[in-house]
Structures are given as C-alpha cells and as structure tokens.
C-alpha cells in the first residue's frame, strides 16, 4: 500500500516554508548576482532523467544546494536590470495555495474564475481606467496582453471595412496601419508581425521635445498613409517606456483617435501602476481614454511571475474576436460572460488571481502606493546623485522610476565612452554589489536603473553609483 500522502507532503511543507523565508531573509546579505560555477550549471544541465523517485525532503535538499544560490538576483535591493521586481512575499505565498488547488481557470463555477473578475476589476481600478466586467482578462504578460488588445483593434478596423478577418484573414484588404515611437517596446511589433499586419505597416512617429508621441507628426503621418490608400487603425502609445520611463500625453492622442477613428492602444507594463503615486498622477491624464491597455503586476507590484493583464473599454470586442462559442450559445453560464477562453488566446489558464488578489490585499491601495512612490523618489535622488557627478551624465530627465545615465570621464571622446558604457553594465554585475542593465539611447550607449523595490534605501543607490565609477575606473585603466 502506497503511504498516505498527507503525512510526508505535510512534513515537507513545513521544510519549504522554512527554506523560503531562510532563502529571503538571506537574500540582501547575499551577492546580488554572481556567474554560476561551471560545475554547478553543468550539474543542472545534465542531470539525467531520474529512473525512480525521491523523496520529497530529499526534493528540498537538491533545490537548497543547487538551486535557490544562483538566482538571477531580482528580489535583492540593489538590483535595478531590466523591469524585474522582487517578488511580494503575500505572492509567494498565494502561489503554494494555488498550485494545491490547481484549476484550470477558463471558465467555470469556482472561486479562481469569480475572483478573477474581482482582481481585473481591481486593477482597472488602481490604474482608473473604466472597467465593466467581462472587458479584460489576465494572461501571461504584456507581450501576450498586446497580441489580445491588438487582435481586438485589428478585428474592429476590418469589421469597419465590411471584412470578416477570422473567416477570410487580412487577404483583400489595404494595409492596416499601426502608430508608434521608436521607444515602443518590441513586444508590438512581435503583436503586428504575428496577426499579419506586417512591421512595414507600423511606423515610427516621432517624438516631441520631451520624447513624447508628437500629435502634429502623428497626424501628418495618417493623412499620408490615407493619401496613399492605406487605412490607418491604431496609435500605441507608452504609460512608461523601458529606456526611459517616458509617458506619453495621452489626452491630445485621445483626441486624434476620436476624431480619426483609430484604435489607442497604451503599453502600461511597466509604468501604468506609477499613476498611484499623487507626485506623476497628473502625467497620466487622459489614460482611461484608450481603447486598450496592458498591465503587468509582475513588475511593479510584485506579483510573482507571470502575471500581465489586458484591459479594453469594450469586453464584446475581445468576445468578438476570440469566442468560437455561437452567439446563441453564449449565455449558458449564468453571467452572460462565458468562459476567458472566449476572450484570449489560453484554453487552460493557471490560477493568476490568487496571487494578484494577496498582494493588493496585503499592502491595500494605500500600501502599493507609499511603495510605488517610494521608488519614484529614489529614482528623482538617484537622477540628482548623477546629476551631481562630473563623471556621470544623466541621459534623461526621471520622469517615472527608471534613470538613464552614462559614465563621462574626462578625456574620452564618443567612440570610448560608447565602449567603455557598452562594457559596463557586465562588469558592474561581475562585482556582486549591484545589478544594472544597458541601453541606447539615441545612439549613445548608457546604463538604466529601474528601481521597483520598496526595500532598497538611499544608501543602496549610494553604493550603485560607487560601483559604477569603481568598473568605469577598471575598464578605463585597462584600456
Ligand atoms: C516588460 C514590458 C513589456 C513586455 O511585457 P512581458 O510581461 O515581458 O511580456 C512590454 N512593454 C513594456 C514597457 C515593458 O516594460
């Protein structure tokens, strides 16, 4: 007779719960990243597959010496690479309680399907987009939530042209054409090049001043794509650019959008959630005009990963598009809403909402907001600290909570300060003290920092930026 599993899996759980709150505790004490042995990277690359079982504390013990040392170092108050956020404890530990669960959430009469509607409510709500149930969903990311709303765009532009695009694809008809700035996020494109819009039909507008989405150029670039016979359907403007932090200004694209009848879609992956603090709200304005939005509470709340969400003004354009459900079928579960796999692309959905739902509940709107506007001090103090330094150069004005800098010193000309800012971020990461990550900002090589994390202090940044000289002083004496 096999054991009863409750009494093992029992005493192995409470192991686990042990080794992740030992695992946390340590973390800021801990490298921030280091390479991996080459022996221990070859021991998970090439372990064989197990030919009988193990125990499940013997489990633990191989995750304890093998895995949880080598993380890729987002969780640790200095590090600031890319858009990735420690996750929030609450999340952690909702994630154990919706793996024991395990439903498929696409649809249904049990508490993960309700309480999905609740946290897309929720977070419509954070950000003050207007929501009505049924007109958004969460999904794996933002890349995913983009082909969602994009789909959605593309399906109402060809439905304005008397075209069915589901049954006949894009065959016979114009170009449909899509609006953006050359800090868009790659994932738009990715969404345009897989629904057949082609990335020859996005084009780049450019940008005001402050790099913003220009109107004026903007509306000069519809009317010659519609001199040319093109349809112009879609303006993709960024609550929050990767590079920069950069947020549009989202009322006079609106605007334009009305009155051109096109699609606005807003990328709020990153910096949507910066609306919640009272010093960038008024950035925001015009926000809860857009046709679409997406969201991703694996950034900046915390969420564990993966988590994005779409968000649309009209829940029947994302039922339009994806339901493969007849019309008069649609209605049987009671709510009129039918199943999420009529409103994206995911037939069996993991249990998203629970981990959504404990970490706005453990910190409440008022706590994600002291933690949100937290990081968007820090990153105004850091803009300062460069701001201060001869030997740095801040590359953009600190609008959200990513810094865009550069190290300068003094007799380099464009060529080595591109090198010596091109090896930079990898030599700062080798150092263990600090994680941050490159870019290219107009054609100048640089260093951002996104900060996300509640825990990092001031003194953090302190030593990030003596980090920074300290690798730029290296690589420059090597030279
Ligand atoms: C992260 C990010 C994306 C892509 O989202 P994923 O969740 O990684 O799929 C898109 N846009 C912006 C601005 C981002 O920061």
């Known amino acids: 007779m096999p054991e009863p599993l409750t009494s093992p899996f029992r005493a192995a759980a409470h192991a686990a719960a042990d080794l992740v709150a030992d695992y946390l505790a340590a973390v800021p004490e801990r490298p921030v990243w280091q390479p991996m042995a080459p022996a221990a990277r070859e021991r ?71 309480l999905e509607r609740t946290v897309v409510r929720w977070l419509a709500e954070l950000v003050g987009f207007p929501h009505r149930v049924g007109a958004g969903l969460l999904t794996s ?11 959605a765009a593309r399906g109402r532009a060809a439905a304005r042209l008397g075209h069915d695009v589901r049954a006949d694809g894009l065959a016979g008809l114009p170009p449909l054409v899509g609006y953006l700035s050359a800090e868009t996020h790659s994932c738009v494109r990715k969404a345009a090049e897989l629904l057949g819009l082609g990335s020859r039909q996005l084009r780049v507008v450019a940008g005001d001043a402050e790099g913003r989405l220009d109107p004026v150029a903007l509306r000069a670039a519809i009317a010659a794509d519609r001199a040319a016979g093109r349809v112009p359907f879609l303006v993709v403007a960024s609550a929050g650019t990767v590079n920069t932090g950069a947020v ?20 709020g992956a990153y910096g949507a959630f910066g609306v919640l603090d009272p010093a960038l709200a008024p950035r925001y304005a015009g926000l809860a005009r857009a046709d679409s939005l997406a969201l991703d509470p694996h950034k900046w709340l915390g ?93 953009a004005p600190v ?45 100048r090589e640089a260093l951002r920092a996104c900060l996300l994390n509640a825990a990092t202090t001031e003194a953090d940044l302190t030593v990030l930026l003596d980090e920074v000289r300290a690798a730029a002083g290296d690589l420059t004496t090597r030279q």
Request: hydrophobic share 45%.
């Open 248 to 267: 549009d200004a989202f009322e006079p694209l609106a605007d334009l959008c009305a009155e051109q009848g096109l699609w606005l879609h807003v990328d």
């Open 399 to 443: 609008e959200t909570s990513i810094v865009a800098f550069r190290a300068r010193p003094a007799g380099l000309g464009a060529t080595g300060l591109n090198a010596l800012n091109q090896a930079l971020p990898a030599a700062v990461q080798r150092r263990g003290r600090a994680f941050v990550t490159g870019t290219v900002l107009a054609g």
């Open 141 to 151: 990311g933002t890349s995913m939530a983009t082909i969602v709303c994009l789909a």
């Open 44 to 114: 998970l690359l090439a372990a064989a597959l197990p030919q009988s079982g193990r125990e499940l504390t013997e489990l633990l013990r191989t995750i304890e010496a093998e895995v949880l040392p080598a993380p890729m170092g987002n969780g640790h108050p200095r590090f600031f690479g890319w858009v990735n956020s420690a996750p929030a404890p609450a999340g952690v530990l909702a994630t154990l309680a919706a793996a024991a669960m395990n439903p498929s959430s696409a649809g249904g009469d049990h508490a993960d399907v309700h």
């Open 303 to 395: 969420v564990p990963v993966d988590c994005g969400c779409a968000l649309v003004r009209d829940g029947e354009q994302l039922r339009e598009t994806f339901s493969l459900v007849p019309a008069y079928l649609r209605d049987e579960a009671g709510d009129g809403l039918g199943w999420y796999s009529e409103y994206g692309i995911e037939q069996t959905r993991p249990f998203r909402a629970l981990k959504v739902w404990a970490t706005i509940a453990h910190r409440g709107r008022s706590g994600l907001a002291a933690d949100i506007a937290h990081c968007t001090r820090l990153a105004r103090r850091l803009g300062e600290l460069v701001a201060a330094d001869p030997e740095l150069e801040l590359l």
